[in-house]
C-alpha cells in the first residue's frame, strides 16, 4: 500500500525519453469510482514562478509504469498539459 504523502517526494521520470519531469503536487480524484484519476506535476514557469503563467503536467493514472522507492515511471509520448 502506498500512502498518499509518500508519492509527494518521489520523482517522476518518463521512461520513453528518461526526462525528469518533477515531483507530484497534486492528484485528480476520481470521487465517483474511488481512484486516483491522474497526478500533477508543477511545470516550469517564467521569471522563477513569480508572475505564474506556468503549465503543469497531467498525467493520467494509466501511463504510470512503476512506482519505485524513490521514483514513479511513467510512459509518456507527449505529457498533458493545463494551465492554471
Known sequence: MVKISD??????????????????????????????????????SRLFNLFGGAQDYVIPWEKIVKIGVDTILVELSEPVRYIR
Not at 528518461?18 to 485528480?28: A, E, F, Q, S, T
Open 7 to 44: 508519492l509527494r517526494n518521489r520523482d517522476v521520470v518518463n521512461v520513453v525519453d528518461g526526462r525528469r519531469l518533477g515531483v507530484i503536487y497534486d492528484l485528480d480524484l476520481d470521487l465517483e469510482n474511488g481512484r486516483i484519476a491522474a497526478i500533477i506535476i508543477p511545470g516550469q
